[in-house]
């Protein structure tokens, strides 16, 4: 049988019963979990709430700042405590956290309020994904890991393509509907997070350890970790690539490439529903790809395309950027769950398998917050369309070390050690 037809039926065999409700209760996790009902309108309902600009983006920046900064202690707290009840932790904080615009409709309850919901993600981003892939490692159903992950982000995606539009509406018949439908949701996500069963003792896994180290001592232990597994460290800078190219487009670049364009600001939202439509296809469609190819490779293709789209629309008009960003959607769709799958693989049975993703993540937002202040000066100086293509030109070279250091340490690893064959 040829070799992509045994993945494709491998890949159609269907879980254990115990698996595929970890699956189903990480699906309900992560789309009630990351459904923030007031993204769409959060600006104006801080300008309502009497907020000026300078409040706004000031509390803004200090939720990056506190994201990053609670990335590494929430890591510990994953790995000293277990994933499962960390995840449970940050849906309690989620919860609180919408509560509080409600309570205390001012510049210091939204500043509260983000800092919470900082706490939260922080709590949640590196433990989900431990979780799930240890849970899965435990049953020996590995190989639905990638998929897994596709579908919990392409559910999450299509709710939000299903409820945002209904916030407008919502919120005119009470204003602070957004948030407290969103305090409902992150209450939902903590039902889906205490019905996960615990890990036992994953196959050539470790449990948490007895002795409790310190920060220092435990931080020492997880960088040992990162310094053994040698492919850790270039896979986690590939995916920098993912990261920012989505961050920065979805985030930074998104309004200000249209309006370049001449689309009028009452289309946005339609653009960015299609867009999320893409990445929804692209992230339950993973397999597709993986059959195909290795899981380095995608994601290297993956990245290149990201860039390349981009690049793409400098040279076309209003209907070629819209399409160009949706192939950028779908690209990026399909590349975030195989990433994932590279980066818990690279990483060997450690009781610091959080810390570890929490590096990542503040790597990640580390590089994002570089290339805003460089998106910045090119907008500033009017150099959009140089912005895109000197970022394509950047990305492809970043990914072409990065493959050299891989395929390095692939032969190093071939290679037989002295007075062997």
Same mark, same amino acid.
């Given at each position: 049988?040829p070799i992509s037809l045994r993945a494709r039926v491998k890949r159609r065999v269907r879980p254990p019963a115990a698996v595929l409700r970890v699956i189903r209760l990480n699906n309900g996790f992560q789309l009630l979990f990351?459904?923030?009902?007031?993204?769409?309108?959060?600006?104006?309902?801080?300008?309502?709430?009497?907020?000026?600009?300078?409040?706004?983006?000031?509390?803004?920046?200090?939720?990056?700042?506190?994201?990053?900064?609670?990335?590494?202690?929430?890591?510990?707290?994953?790995?000293?405590?277990?994933?499962?009840?960390?995840?449970?932790l940050g849906a309690a904080a989620m919860t609180a956290a919408n509560l509080l615009p409600v309570v205390s409709p001012s510049f210091a309850g939204f500043m509260a309020h983000f800092l919470a919901v900082a706490t939260a993600?922080?709590?949640?981003?590196?433990?989900?994904?431990?979780?799930?892939?240890?849970?899965?490692?435990?049953?020996?159903?590995? $190989?639905?890991?990638?998929?897994?992950?596709?579908?919990?982000?392409?559910?999450?995606?299509?709710? +939000?393509?299903?409820?945002?539009? &209904?916030?407008?509406?919502?919120?005119?018949?009470?204003?602070?509907?957004?948030?407290?439908?969103?305090?409902?949701?992150?209450?939902?996500?903590?039902?889906?997070?205490?019905?996960?069963?615990?890990?036992?003792?994953?196959?050539?896994?470790?449990?948490?350890?007895? +002795?409790?180290?310190?920060?220092?001592?435990?931080?020492?232990?997880?960088?040992?970790?990162?310094?053994?597994?040698?492919?850790?460290?270039?896979?986690?800078?590939?995916?920098?690539?993912?990261?920012?190219?989505?961050?920065?487009?979805?985030?930074?670049?998104?309004?200000?490439?249209?309006?370049? +364009?001449?689309?009028?600001?009452?289309?946005?939202?339609?653009?960015?529903?299609?867009?999320?439509?893409?990445?929804?296809?692209?992230?339950?469609?993973?397999?597709?790809?993986?059959?195909?190819?290795?899981?380095?490779?995608?994601?290297?293709?993956?990245?290149?395309?990201?860039?390349?789209?981009?690049?793409?629309?400098?040279?076309?008009? +209003?209907?070629?950027?819209?399409?160009?960003?949706?192939?950028? $959607? $779908?690209?990026?769709?399909?590349a975030y769950p195989v990433q994932r799958n590279l980066i818990n693989a690279a990483i060997p049975p450690t009781p610091y398998r959080a810390t570890l993703l929490s590096v990542e993540s503040i790597v990640d937002r580390g590089?994002?917050? &570089?290339?805003?202040?460089?998106?910045?000066?090119?907008?500033?100086?009017?150099?959009?369309?140089?912005?895109?293509?000197?970022?394509?030109?950047?990305?492809?070279?970043?990914?072409?070390?990065?493959?050299?250091?891989?395929?390095?340490?692939?032969?190093?690893?071939?290679?037989?050690?002295?007075?062997?064959?």
């Amino acid at each position: 049988m040829p070799i992509s037809l045994r993945a494709r039926v491998k890949r159609r065999v269907r879980p254990p019963a115990a698996v595929l409700r970890v699956i189903r209760l990480n699906n309900g996790f992560q789309l009630l979990f990351n459904l923030l009902w007031w993204m769409p309108v959060f600006y104006q309902y801080q300008r309502q709430a009497g907020l000026s600009d300078s409040q706004i983006f000031g509390i803004q920046s200090v939720y990056y700042v506190a994201f990053c900064l609670l990335e590494i202690p929430t890591g510990f707290i994953a790995d000293r405590i277990g994933q499962r009840r960390c995840m449970q932790l940050g849906a309690a904080a989620m919860t609180a956290a919408n509560l509080l615009p409600v309570v205390s409709p001012s510049f210091a309850g939204f500043m509260a309020h983000f800092l919470a919901v900082a706490t939260a993600r922080s709590l949640v981003s590196g433990a989900s994904s431990a979780y799930l892939y240890e849970y899965l490692h435990e049953h020996a159903a590995d $190989a639905h890991y990638v998929q897994a992950e596709g579908t919990a982000r392409a559910l999450g995606l299509w709710a +939000k393509i299903a409820c945002w539009p &209904l916030v407008g509406m919502v919120m005119h018949v009470r204003h602070e509907a957004p948030y407290v439908l969103t305090a409902l949701s992150a209450l939902g996500s903590l039902t889906c997070a205490a019905a996960l069963p615990a890990i036992a003792a994953p196959h050539g896994g470790v449990h948490p350890p007895a +002795k409790r180290d310190g920060l220092l001592a435990s931080g020492r232990q997880a960088v040992q970790v990162l310094g053994t597994a040698r492919s850790l460290g270039p896979l986690m800078v590939q995916g920098v690539a993912v990261f920012t190219l989505a961050r920065i487009c979805q985030v930074n670049l998104f309004q200000p490439l249209l309006l370049e +364009k001449g689309l009028p600001v009452t289309d946005h939202g339609a653009v960015l529903s299609a867009m999320t439509v893409a990445e929804a296809v692209g992230s339950a469609r993973t397999g597709w790809l993986r059959s195909r190819t290795s899981d380095t490779t995608a994601v290297t293709v993956l990245s290149v395309v990201m860039a390349l789209t981009l690049a793409a629309t400098t040279l076309t008009g +209003k209907p070629g950027t819209v399409l160009w960003l949706c192939v950028f $959607a $779908a690209a990026a769709g399909l590349a975030y769950p195989v990433q994932r799958n590279l980066i818990n693989a690279a990483i060997p049975p450690t009781p610091y398998r959080a810390t570890l993703l929490s590096v990542e993540s503040i790597v990640d937002r580390g590089v994002c917050a &570089l290339v805003a202040l460089a998106v910045g000066a090119y907008l500033a100086a009017d150099r959009l369309d140089a912005l895109l293509v000197h970022a394509a030109v950047g990305t492809c070279l970043l990914l072409l070390v990065v493959d050299v250091v891989l395929a390095r340490l692939r032969r190093a690893g071939r290679r037989p050690e002295a007075g062997q064959p």
